[in-house]
Each structure stands twice: as structure tokens, then as C-alpha cells.
């Protein structure tokens, strides 16, 4: 199919003015009449002229445009990122596309890429598990494309930062757990590169020391970021032969895993094995038995990643410091962990 | 934040070649040796050498990327799409910049306005419930951008579209109710406007018709595609004075609004009412009970329609005709409509 272009030139010539007052107007520079500019804009729409992007970001040297990358649109711990991204975004004039990694560092790789040709303005970006490496975002903040963590985020780059408390909100839920009557508390940890995976693997270690309860080594598994993963992990601790009496899952899709696996094998929750689980479960109250978990306040970590990104690129000059917020996550607790407490 | 831009001089200077030799390598010439374009590229890629899109665009008309449109990216079933939207766009060299509309047409208007501004190839798209009047397609068409939609189609526009026998799903699935022995059987379905919703609504009143059963209007209600939604039209039914004994949802946000009300009314599923959903229920087996629903092929659906988009793309000239795919649902039988029949 052949791309149709309006030109400058004609929106020119059909409002009898000249090419640079249609390009001053479209611009909206200060040398032309609101009357004038209100014309043109019009019938620049009407004839679907759509300025250069490149042209226009010689000009402002912006696109007005940022982009987003997480690992998985389909965990609502994302999408519900992304609305709060979108939310900023969208009140500030700027458009935002999204990205998916699929926890592949070859599809991170691509959409740096990609990101770095479309000449996007910023990017807000949750790492993939792959990724131990992130020079390709490095990369990007040298050329001039400011980029801010969010969720995963990695020692190795100095940039705005924005996570919730993972270490507080795992301590929380192993204490909650021990506080029931739990003893042999495993954990389902995430994938071992990720931040998140190491802040909440310590408040569930330091969890256990305030207690006075050993901490065992095969009660910590870690798994993918997936259903399947939590159930395969939960089918090998309840195989051991001391098993758990509680386990404390790291996501929401892992969490899911332990749910159905424990089911499946005809456990009873909480009074066989109690089950906390972290990030909002949105189906959590329809789950049989509803499942507590540490909730994260998801889509304010969008918003606050997307207003430090926006300031960084509507700021002429680099900042004195990067900031790393840290939000409170909050503890809900629901039947699957509310194991009565014999006193 | 200050750009640093590299340019096609910088690499020439250092390799001590012209120009338009390294111009030619980067666009793969075939009058360029190969070892001339391998240090070209490993130059450029080092030096964080981005080429102008826009050049690029002028010579191949080309941007390898595609845009995909969906109302909500955490709806299971609109995600699955993208996967598959993604898996067939990356294996034939396109990038996919991803966009939601929150089923609402001023956001669907930014989104079609940004994708003709930034110049994709094309565009895959399910239509808000809010777009009655879909003319931005209809010009980004007209511009030379195809536009194919998937799921949520419309008339008004001639392009390929790629969609599932709703008639036949909603009409399989209200006959199994029947076959159940329900009697009075309630739909709770989508906006109006919606095609898919016109659709569902004609293969439920097929059912009813074919088994002798009345219509009865009041027990049609509409709703937003939310679990919000699906729970309000559920009190509303359930108030009736003369109440329903099945009802059938029209998405599976809408059924996990009614499965969560049901639940906090005190009402047995299927002995009290009978539950059929729409759409995967991806975690229809951690439900308690389990929900029966008629599944769509979402990830087939993404990739047949982003192949019927890139043949659009890569062919030099406009179909003879346009195509409209319908692929099959699948009714999958769990324990909510598995009512007890008394013979």
C-alpha cells in the first residue's frame, strides 16, 4: 500500500499564507496569531497532516512520547503498573508504549533498541529475570534517553529508582506465619538474579532469626514467575519427608501454583499448610479458600516512576542525586493463613 | 538531558571509507562485500549508531513495527492475543509497540493519532466498546496504514478481520443449560455496541427458541466488561421476583462478577444456578466450584490476524478482496453448570 503525505506546502497554499507561518503555527510559536494557529491546526487535522516526528524532535529535540518496559502484560502487578504509568503520562501530554519482555533478555535487547531508533524521550522499565546484565539500558542514559527503574531494579545503574519494601512486607508475612503457630516455613522464592528475589528472601530469613527458628536450606526453592512453577516447587516440598507446615509464596502467579498444587493434593489450608503470598491477588477472593498476601501499591509505582522520568527529561541538566523511593507494602491477611492458635 | 548523536560521517572517518559506503552497508547493499558491511555494522553498534527511522522509511517505506490496539491488557484473553500478535510480528522482523484504549474512544484516538504520527506499518486492533464511529481507522487506512481487526470487529470498514463464532459459542452454551434442565436462563452481556455482543445475544436467543423456551427481556441485562459490572447485573437478576436458574456471562470478567456475587448471596452453584462463562478463565480451577465457559483460541486469533496484516504490508497493492476469518470456540464443561438432571 502507498503511504498518502499531506505536506506543509499544501496546508500552505490552501490557507494563502506561507510555509514558514504554517510551520511556525504548528509549533506554536509566540510570532503567530492564536487566530492564525487556530486555522491551521485545524485543517492540518482535517487533512491528517501529521507532523515529522523527527523534524519536530529537532526542534524540541522530544517526541512527546515514552516508552515501558515489563516483563509480563498479563500479571496484573504490571498491567495495573502501566495504568498508573499511562495515568501520569497521559495528564502531562505524553504518549506511552508498552513493551513486554517475556523475561528474555533477547526481547529486552530488542525493545532497547527499538526504543533507542524510535528516539522515545524516556523509558520506565521493570528487569527482566534474564537480565543480570543492563548495559543496554546504560547505554540508552548515555545517549540522552533518560531511563527509571521500577519494581526490578539493579545496583548497577545510578538512576531514579522506585520499589516497594520487599525486605518489610516478606519479614511481615514469616512473622505473621510464625505468630499462627507455622514452624517449618518454606519459601518459593523468585528467580535468584532479580532484586526483589534477594530483599525478600532476607525479611523472611531475618523473620525467622527474630523467632529463634532455623533456617533450612531446602525449604528455600526458587522457581519462575509462573503458575506452573509455584506448583511444581510446592509437589517437591510437600515430597519432602519433613514437610512444611506453611509456605510463603514470592509473586502472585507463584502463589497460584501453590494454591492449585495444594488442592490437588488434598491439603487443607491453613490447618495443613498455611499460605501467604505477595502482590495483589485481584481473584484472591474467589479463590476457595481466599489467600492472604502482601499487597503493593501498584499503580502509584507506575505513577511515581513516570513523574521522576518526566522531570528528569523536562529538566535541562542531569540531577545532583538519583532518589530510590521506597513505598510500604500492607499485610492482608485472609483465611488461607488464619490457622487458629492453640494456646 | 543533552542527545549525543552519532553519524554516518563519524563511522566513515573511522574506517576510512566514504559516505555512502557505510550508508549502502547499513542498508544491506548488495554492490557493499560482506566484510565491508560486517565492520560497518559492529562500528555502528559500538558507537550506538541508531539510524534515522525516517530515512530508513524513505528508502524501504518501511519501520518493521506494527501496532496492536486493545481495550485492556490485563484481560486475560486481550494479552493472550498480543502473545500471539508478538510471536508472529518477532519471527518476520517487526517490533510491536502495544496500546490500550480502557474501552474508551478518546484514548482510542491518541493511540490512532500516535501510530500515524510515528509512521508504524500497520495496525492490529480490537475495537472499544466505546467506538461507535471508528472513521480514525477508516483514515489511517486511506493514509496507507492497514488497519486488521481481531475479536471485536466492525462493518463499517472493509479490511480483513479475524474473529470467533460468538453465535455459535453463546448458542452451544445456552443449550447445554437447557440440556441441563434449566429453564430459566439469563445473559448477562456486553455494551451494546459491541459486534461480539449482538453476536452472543443472537446465539442465546437461537438456543431458547430451538428448545421452546420464551425470551424474556428482563432477564437480558447489559454491562461493562468488569467483574464490577457482572456482580451489580447479578444482585439485579437475583432480585427478580421470579428468579433465573442459570445464568450465562458474556466475558469472563463479567462471569467472575457473577460467580463472586452468587457466592456472597449464599447461592449453591449449579443446584441453585447455573453458571456458563465466555472467554478463557485462566484461573477457572482454582475457582470453587470451577466455572464451565466457552474458550476462544486467543493467541491463534493475534497470530492469524498479524499475518493478514504483514501480507498487507509486504504486498504492493490492495486485496482483490478482503478476508473474514471465523475460527471455532469450545465449550469446556465444568463442575458450575454441571446441574444434576432428574429423569
Keep these: 500500500m502507498k503511504k498518502v503525505s499531506v505536506t506543509i506546502k499544501e496546508i500552505a497554499k490552501q490557507l494563502h499564507v506561507s510555509k514558514s507561518t504554517v510551520s511556525r503555527a504548528l509549533r506554536d510559536s509566540s510570532e503567530i496569531s492564536e487566530d492564525t494557529k487556530k486555522k491551521v491546526i485545524e485543517l492540518a487535522e482535517k487533512l491528517h497532516y501529521y507532523p515529522n516526528p523527527i523534524a519536530i524532535s529537532l526542534l524540541k529535540n522530544r517526541t512527546q512520547t515514552i516508552g515501558v518496559i515489563v516483563p509480563d502484560i498479563a500479571n496484573r502487578f504490571y498491567s495495573s503498573a502501566i495504568g498508573g504509568v499511562e495515568d501520569i503520562a497521559y495528564s502531562r501530554g505524553y504518549h506511552t508504549m508498552i513493551y513486554q519482555s517475556h523475561e528474555l533478555l533477547e526481547r529486552e535487547l530488542a525493545a532497547s533498541?527499538?526504543?533507542?531508533?524510535?528516539?522515545?524521550?524516556?523509558?520506565?522499565?521493570?528487569?527482566?529475570?534474564?537480565?543480570?546484565?543492563?548495559?543496554?539500558?546504560?547505554?540508552?542514559?548515555?545517549?540522552?534517553?533518560?531511563?527509571?527503574?521500577?519494581?526490578?531494579?539493579?545496583?548497577?545503574?545510578?538512576?531514579?529508582?522506585?520499589?516497594?519494601?520487599?525486605?518489610?512486607?516478606?519479614?511481615?508475612?514469616?512473622?505473621?506465619?510464625?505468630?499462627?503457630?507455622?514452624?517449618r516455613i518454606a519459601h518459593i522464592a523468585g528467580p535468584k538474579p532479580v532484586s526483589i528475589t534477594r530483599f525478600r528472601l532476607e525479611g523472611y530469613k531475618d523473620a525467622l532469626k527474630k523467632y529463634g527458628i532455623a533456617f533450612q536450606e531446602e525449604w528455600v526453592l526458587h522457581s519462575e514467575i509462573t503458575q506452573a512453577g509455584g506448583t511444581e516447587r510446592t509437589y517437591q516440598l510437600m515430597a519432602l519427608r519433613e514437610r512444611p507446615d506453611a509456605i510463603f509464596g514470592a509473586s502472585d502467579r507463584i502463589t497460584m501454583g501453590i494454591h492449585w498444587a495444594l488442592r490437588q493434593l488434598g491439603y487443607r489450608m491453613p490447618d495443613d499448610?498455611?499460605?501467604?503470598?505477595?502482590?495483589?491477588?485481584?481473584?484472591?477472593?474467589?479463590?476457595?479458600?481466599?489467600?492472604?498476601?502482601?499487597?503493593?501499591?501498584?499503580?502509584?509505582?507506575?505513577?511515581?516512576?513516570?513523574?521522576?522520568?518526566?522531570?528528569?527529561?523536562?529538566?535541562?541538566?542531569?540531577?545532583?542525586?538519583?532518589?530510590?523511593?521506597?513505598?510500604?507494602?500492607?499485610?492482608?491477611?485472609?483465611?488461607?493463613?488464619l490457622k487458629e492458635i492453640n494456646l
Excluded: W
Design 113 to 183: 533498541r527499538h526504543i533507542a531508533s524510535r528516539r522515545v524521550d524516556g523509558l520506565v522499565v521493570a528487569i527482566s529475570s534474564q537480565s543480570e546484565n543492563i548495559d543496554h539500558f546504560v547505554q540508552l542514559q548515555e545517549q540522552g534517553i533518560p531511563v527509571v527503574f521500577f519494581d526490578r531494579v539493579s545496583e548497577a545503574m545510578q538512576t531514579h529508582k522506585v520499589r516497594v519494601d520487599d525486605y518489610k512486607g516478606a519479614f511481615e508475612a514469616t512473622s505473621h506465619l510464625i505468630e499462627r503457630g507455622c514452624r
Design 273 to 337: 499448610v498455611a499460605v501467604v503470598g505477595f502482590c495483589d491477588l485481584a481473584m484472591s477472593s474467589l479463590l476457595d479458600p481466599p489467600v492472604s498476601s502482601v499487597t503493593q501499591p501498584s499503580f502509584e509505582m507506575g505513577q511515581q516512576a513516570t513523574s521522576l522520568l518526566l522531570d528528569l527529561i523536562e529538566s535541562k541538566s542531569t540531577p545532583a542525586a538519583f532518589e530510590t523511593r521506597v513505598l510500604q507494602s500492607n499485610l492482608v491477611i485472609n483465611k488461607s493463613s
